[in-house]
Nanobody, 118 residues
Framework: QVQLVESGGGLVQPGESLTLSCVPSESIFNIDDMGWYRQVPGKQRELVANITGERSTNYDDSVKGRFTISRDYAENTVYLTMNNLKPEDTAVYYC????????????WGQGTQVTVSS
């Protein structure tokens, strides 16, 4: 079973930066989209950013201009660079991968905590 291994979370002060990374634990084929979601207690998991197999990107309005999603297509690694972090960015961030080989398959990372606090 493929697992998505996340890293890069932590505790930072407002205005600081973090970069998250996510990589499959083993080789996987037919990868389509990769992205990052976040969730706080009592709320639904929401899309932060994603990047398609065609290299198109999408961002939630709350992070536009501050966050950048990037992807190493050879290594199947996806990154989320988060600049000018704000307290409202505090959440558990989850990596997501979609692949298709006749049917869509979805994989999730275990989640990494990002806390922005002074």
């Amino acid at each position: 079973q493929v697992q998505l291994v996340e890293s890069g979370g932590g505790l930072v002060q407002p205005g600081e930066s973090l970069t998250l990374s996510c990589v499959p634990s083993e080789s996987i084929f037919n990868i389509d989209d990769m992205g990052w979601y976040r969730q706080v207690p009592g709320k639904q998991r929401e899309l932060v950013a994603n990047i398609t197999g065609e290299r198109s990107t999408n961002y939630d309005d709350s992070v536009k201009g501050r966050f950048t999603i990037s992807r190493d297509y050879a290594e199947n690694t996806v990154y989320l660079t988060m600049n000018n972090l704000k307290p409202e960015d505090t959440a558990v961030y989850y990596c997501n991968l979609r692949n298709t080989g006749g049917t869509y398959q979805y994989f999730w990372g275990q989640g990494t905590q990002v806390t922005v606090s002074s």
